[in-house]
């Protein structure tokens, strides 16, 4: 086992780690990007009117992708476990 093989495991480990975030992350900067321009349109400088959207919005992002998400952390997991023996030798 040599650098690379360790290399290729964080390499994939950072693949997993953008595509689980990716389905909380968008609709968030999305809705963010939306609601400042409302905001610097109206003037409206208050805080918890951009945080509470934002807010339902990754709640129901993660509602709808939560289970996707852990799925794909678990394989990989499982992946990882998986490929200890071959360490070993």
Same mark, same amino acid.
């Given at each position: 086992?040599?650098? $690379?093989?360790? @290399?290729?495991? /964080?390499?994939?480990?950072?693949? *997993?780690? /953008?595509?689980?975030?990716?389905?909380?992350?968008?609709?968030?900067? /999305?809705?963010?990007?939306?609601?400042?321009? *409302?905001?610097?349109?109206?003037?409206?400088?208050?805080?918890?009117?951009?945080? @509470?959207?934002?807010? *339902?919005?990754?709640? @129901?992002?993660?509602? *709808?992708?939560?289970?996707a998400i852990l799925m794909l952390i678990a394989d990989f997991t499982?992946?990882?476990?998986?490929?200890?023996? $071959?360490?070993?030798?």
């Open positions: 086992m040599g650098g $690379d093989y360790f @290399v290729g495991v /964080a390499q994939q480990a950072l693949w *997993i780690l /953008a595509l689980a975030s990716a389905p909380i992350l968008i609709p968030a900067l /999305a809705a963010g990007v939306l609601l400042g321009m *409302i905001q610097a349109a109206t003037s409206i400088n208050e805080q918890t009117l951009s945080f @509470v959207p934002k807010l *339902i919005i990754v709640g @129901v992002a993660l509602a *709808i992708f939560g289970g499982r992946e990882m476990f998986a490929r200890i023996p $071959d360490l070993m030798q």
